[in-house]
């Protein structure tokens, strides 16, 4: 069985390529994402930023982590939960940039899946 939040970060990394330049200025900075025993780090430093699978490159280190089980990602990004509620129900663990963190809903919304028309 595939994990659930594979195609939920392929989603967010098609966003960065149509609408990247957007994100990285809201954001502005790296963000790793823990998700059960996968990691993704979100590079938004400049440019239309980039996604890939695993640590940040060169042991740098991100800017922001967010580390959550697999059902409370894929929760946030349909919404289904927010990520102050997430946070305040501690199935999302924060570390580093907290004001980057209140920025992360045009994240979450660049990782839902799009409806086909």
Excluded at 24 to 40: H, M, P, R, S, T
């Amino acid at each position: 069985m595939g994990k659930a939040s594979e195609p939920l970060f392929e989603q967010l990394g098609k966003t960065l390529k149509a609408d990247g330049e957007q994100l990285a200025q809201k954001i502005k900075g790296l963000v790793l994402f823990k998700v059960d025993d996968d990691e993704w780090t979100l590079d938004l430093r400049s440019g239309a930023g980039s996604l890939t699978k695993g640590s940040p490159p060169n042991g740098e280190k991100p800017d922001l982590t967010l580390t959550m089980a697999e059902n409370t990602f894929v929760q946030l990004v349909n919404g289904k939960t927010g990520p102050q509620t997430a946070f305040l129900m501690r199935k999302l663990k924060i570390s580093g940039s907290m004001g980057m963190a209140m920025k992360l809903q045009p994240i979450l919304d660049a990782a839902a899946p799009k409806a086909k028309l």
